[in-house]
């Protein structure tokens, strides 16, 4: 009698939405919650602490730089364990990673203190988001990869809100610890509950352990209905384990085109995004919009966010990179209205919030194509340094943005080079539909020797 052979990415690619894929999305979700929290204690702390502490405004700036390095090392390093240990500690250990010493943080006593814990609490927070990529991506239905990496995303925004509320509650009564403490306590909670739910990738586990019991347990809960003989085995067509992983790996074969692509995108897109989000508020009121309308305008602009992240996420399972490309388009003509056009202080908080929405929706769609380029065995490799890239981005925008107002530069100039990067986003974004991924499972790789 033939061995049943199995095919797990074919398996997995012709499934219905179920239970394993809701409870993966879900834990997911929380985790990039969680991520957002631990990401704004330290930004809705700031002032408590300034004045706790008797620190000039300019002292924190070194803590979030120090933040800002955190993210960027942290992405390529858990993308790393995330390859060499699976999804899900890459994901438990990033959620202690940003845990443990946010809830240090609380008992800190001074600015080193609090400058090495954030470090560390960025090393998590960067490193969640990887893992999480590459999880939901080889989980998800064929159809819903991108919709699920995008809409998860959004609970890194409401963490971020949360946060702000929390402190709302906390601060004034029991001081800025509390919240370094609470979220801190939070994320170890999490952190248990994941060990004793979350599963790994079957994609994983089939490029790694393809022999193991827990494969079959794991695929027997993905397909109920699937008749399991004895002997079945288990494969992904064209797959094989890298050995060792070198960067090199990421440019072989068809890679040697997408990847440089890829970090050209998440590099130019956070140089624009990161910028708005930045100066949005400042921008509006050096063109003559009323404190209160500006500050509101940031706000309508991360619902507006959450609005195009729902919009973008089936448009982009569908049509791919060509998706961020238009949207980024939108995006690059809100802010040339917002430049050229003679706009009443409301039509420019409306203008300024689509900006926003638009900025958002492109920043996370990215996210939500990556891992579709890169193979199991190095996927969480290919998305941590493509999102390293587009850490690297987030540190010179929003410098080059303060120069660009100090310089008393008109309105209209402004705008033209906050949406330069856009333009290259959108050339990049329209290559990568060129090279959206096959068809089948995923490309070859061959063995690191």
């Not at 001074?110 to 960025?122: K, M, N, S, V």
């Not at 790994?200 to 490029?207: A, C, D, F, K, M």
């Not at 074969?253 to 956070?270: D, R």
Request: aromatic letters at 8%; charged letters at 10%.
């Amino acid at each position: 009698m033939a061995t049943q052979n199995i095919d797990v990415g074919e398996l997995l690619d012709g499934l219905k939405l179920g239970r394993l894929h809701i409870v993966v999305f879900t834990l997911c979700f929380i985790a990039l919650f969680l991520d957002g929290m631990d990401f704004g204690t330290v930004l809705v702390a700031a002032p408590a602490i300034l004045r706790d502490w008797h620190l000039p405004q300019n002292a924190m700036g070194i803590i979030f730089g120090a933040g800002n390095l955190g993210l960027l090392i942290g992405a390529v390093v858990f993308g790393k364990i995330g390859d060499r240990y699976g999804r899900r500690i890459g994901i438990i250990a990033g959620v202690l990673t940003y845990s443990l010493p946010a809830l240090a943080t609380g008992f800190a006593t001074d600015t080193t203190q609090l400058l090495i814990l954030r470090c560390l609490t960025a090393l998590g927070i960067g490193g969640v988001v990887p893992n999480a990529i590459a999880l939901l991506n080889e989980s998800a239905p064929k159809h819903l990869r991108a919709s699920f990496v995008i809409v998860s995303l959004i609970g890194t925004s409401l963490g971020a809100a949360a946060v702000g509320a929390l402190a709302a509650a906390t601060i004034p009564r029991y001081g800025w610890p509390a919240v370094f403490i609470i979220v801190g306590a939070l994320g170890v909670v999490l952190s248990l509950l994941l060990y004793a739910v979350l599963p790994e990738s079957i994609r994983y586990l089939t490029l790694t352990a393809p022999t193991s019991p827990r494969l079959r347990r794991m695929v027997e809960r993905a397909a109920p209905g699937l008749a399991l003989a004895p002997d079945a085995r288990f494969h992904l067509e064209q797959q094989q384990k890298v050995a060792k992983f070198n960067i090199a790996i990421l440019f072989r074969g068809k890679l040697s085109v997408a990847t440089p692509l890829l970090w050209c995108a998440y590099f130019v897109e956070a140089l624009t995004f990161f910028t708005i989000l930045s100066w949005s508020v400042v921008l509006l009121r050096n063109a003559g919009v009323s404190p209160a309308m500006a500050a509101l305008a940031f706000a309508y602009g991360g619902i507006g966010s959450i609005i195009a992240h729902l919009i973008l996420a089936r448009l982009v399972d569908k049509f791919g990179a060509t998706m961020i490309a238009i949207a980024a388009l939108l995006a690059i003509a809100a802010l040339l209205c917002l430049g050229y056009l003679a706009l009443s202080p409301m039509a420019m908080v409306a203008m300024m919030v689509l900006v926003i929405a638009l900025a958002g929706g492109t920043h996370d769609s990215l996210n939500g194509i990556v891992g579709q380029f890169y193979p199991t065995s190095i996927r969480g490799n290919g998305v941590g340094y493509a999102s390293g890239f587009g850490r690297l981005g987030a540190i010179p925008g929003p410098v080059i943005g303060g120069f660009l107002l100090s310089a008393a530069l008109p309105f209209s100039t402004v705008m033209n080079i906050i949406a330069i990067p856009y333009v290259l986003l959108v050339i990049v974004c329209f290559m990568l539909s060129r090279r959206r991924p096959s068809e089948s499972d995923e490309p070859v790789i061959a063995p690191a020797t």
